[in-house]
């Protein structure tokens, strides 16, 4: 919700107070810090500043050309942080649009008029942001009225868009590889409980772990932004793949455990001429009912092979179109 930035700014006006009659092949005067503090230079002030200095270093980083005719070009280096209230709902695929304005704060319209001298702002040739790109920027007016009188105010808005590669690779190509890691648990045989818990637990710890990373990378907000959606469709797939497992391991075990204790209480409870016919027969019908328990298990594992891919690239066909348009 800030930038930082630095800056030559120059301002120009006529003062007729200034005039003077120039020798011949003088057509300005530098002057130096000492006479430049008998100046009158206007009260410029940053209106959307947090912090702003001026370079001292070796001197103070001023310089200022006086004409005959009473024209005063006067140049300060400034760095300053300044507010920027982003709207980060498409992070981290936004567009930002920074306000940066100037006013006069103790001399009225009457007094102080500022206006810009196209461009208002320039660049540095080979600037280049690292998260933005940066584009040309704006002026406008902005003239305030104050319970004081009606005071002179020039800004500029500064387009800014964000490079989301950074958060390609970091983000969503991990997240992405995590997703579709944890798909192998649907191809593992039923009965590898260890190693499909374990891919489960840590496909859903490190999804987690990774949508922390993305949440430390931006200002806080208290509204969903695209990263968020993202990471939480990927947190629901991965955990939803391991739900499906506990539920394959219901289908293919827990009626195979109440079964068996409906046949060790029809065993004990039959006379001895018929026991071992009884097992028998239970036998045959109890493996018959496991092995119809163990197909339905492996059905569901099939279907999750197509339903969870399938799901994955529906959604990501949404969102990208969604985002990127």
């Not at 790109?133 to 003239?143: S, V």
């Not at 192998?184 to 990373?213: E, K």
Request: charged share 20%; with cysteine.
């Amino acid at each position: 919700m800030k930038y930082s930035m630095s800056m030559y700014l120059r301002q120009q006006w006529t003062d007729s107070r200034l005039m003077y009659d120039a020798p011949e092949g003088l057509t300005k005067i530098e002057l130096d810090n000492e006479i430049k503090k008998e100046i009158w230079v206007p009260d410029l002030s940053f209106m959307t500043d947090m912090d702003t200095k001026v370079h001292q270093v070796t001197l103070p980083n001023k310089m200022m050309f006086l004409y005959p005719d009473g024209f005063v070009s006067y140049s300060t280096r400034v760095t300053g942080t300044f507010t920027c209230f982003m709207q980060l709902h498409n992070f981290p695929f936004d567009d930002q649009s920074c306000v940066y304005e100037m006013e006069s704060y103790g001399f009225t319209a009457a007094t102080v008029s500022f206006r810009w001298d196209e461009p208002g702002m320039s660049f540095k040739d080979g600037i280049v942001h690292s998260q933005f790109e940066i584009g040309a920027a704006e002026t406008y007016l902005c003239d305030r009225e104050y319970p004081s009188g009606n005071y002179t105010c020039i800004g500029l808005t500064l387009p800014l868009k964000r490079r989301y590669g950074f958060y390609i690779i970091q983000v969503f190509a991990p997240s992405m590889l995590i997703v579709v890691l944890s798909w192998v648990s649907f191809w593992l045989n039923i009965d590898a409980a260890p190693a499909r818990v374990s891919l489960g637990i840590l496909t859903v710890l490190t999804i987690s772990t990774n949508g922390n990373l993305s949440v430390g990378m931006s200002q806080q907000v208290s509204y969903i932004r695209a990263i968020d959606i993202w990471n939480s469709v990927c947190l629901f797939l991965v955990f939803g793949a391991m739900v499906e497992y506990a539920y394959v391991c219901v289908i293919a075990r827990v009626q195979q455990r109440r079964k068996r204790e409906r046949l060790h209480s029809n065993i004990s409870l039959n006379g001895l001429a018929d026991i071992e016919n009884g097992k028998i027969t239970e036998k045959v019908t109890e493996q018959h009912q496991i092995d119809k328990d163990r197909e339905n298990a492996r059905k569901i594992d099939k279907i999750a092979r197509i339903a969870f891919p399938l799901a994955f690239v529906v959604f990501n066909v949404i969102y990208w179109v969604y985002y990127m348009r």
